[in-house]
């Protein structure tokens, strides 16, 4: 019974899947990529998803800038609060992804192994690039021109990034501590970039539905 519940949930995502959804599916796959041909590591997945989540930031300020709000004082106090508090959150999960990847890399390969921020965005640089063009994709389609914009509110455009982001702090020190004790962390890696994939796509398709019903949702 609960298998065929979670076959007719699945189907219905896929026949409902728009274009801002096989965008998103398709920048989803850069990760798998770079996993399967270009051997990437375990902290590659997790920084490109940090950097996903500052894109997501970046793009919801400017949903909170144009969303229709009678109280302009409110966008006036609320915009800067939630670049505060969001990039605080980042910030500290920058800190801990930095420290954790030689210790991790060590763990994993026996390697010591010193990471040069500046050498590592560049090494993930086009990955990165079609993660930010799915999310820019979005804001242009259903923010701009599918006109989500008009039922915009500052509340709900406020919370969604930051429930990201307190959520993925979870899945990032979870998931050290599973690939440190993982013996086949590529394996391993595939599942977790198929699971977020299919997670992305659930919440995407259920934010952008042309109903006033639901309130516009990260990108």
């Known amino acids: 019974m609960d298998s065929n519940r979670n076959d007719n949930k699945t189907f219905k995502i896929l026949k409902n899947i728009t274009l801002s959804g096989f965008v998103l599916i398709l920048a989803n796959f850069a990760p798998v990529i770079g ?56 910030a500290g999960q920058g800190v801990f992804i930095l420290e954790a990847m030689p210790y991790l890399i060590h763990q994993l390969t026996g390697e010591q192994i010193e990471i040069a921020i500046v050498g590592y965005v560049e090494y993930l640089f086009w990955p990165a690039l ?20 008009k039922r915009a509110k500052i509340s709900i455009l406020f919370s969604k990034p930051i429930k990201r982001v307190v ?26 970039i198929l699971a977020k994939i299919y997670i992305d796509l659930n919440v995407h398709l259920k934010s952008h539905k042309p109903t006033s019903e639901v309130e516009p949702n990260t990108a």
Do not use: R
């Open 35 to 90: 996993v399967v041909f270009f051997d990437w590591a375990p902290l590659d997945i997790i920084f490109i998803y940090w950097l996903e989540t500052l894109f997501i930031g970046l793009f919801n300020i400017i949903k909170m800038i144009f969303a229709p709000e009678e109280k302009n004082i409110l966008k006036f106090f609320t915009i800067p609060f939630f670049i505060i508090f969001f990039g605080a959150f980042q």
């Open 130 to 149: 079609a993660l930010f063009l799915s999310h820019l994709f979005s804001l242009i389609w259903n923010f701009f021109l599918m006109k989500e914009y």
């Open 167 to 192: 959520f993925q702090q979870f899945v990032v020190i979870g998931g050290c501590n599973l690939l440190m004790t993982s013996k086949n962390p590529m394996l391993l890696m595939i599942l977790v």
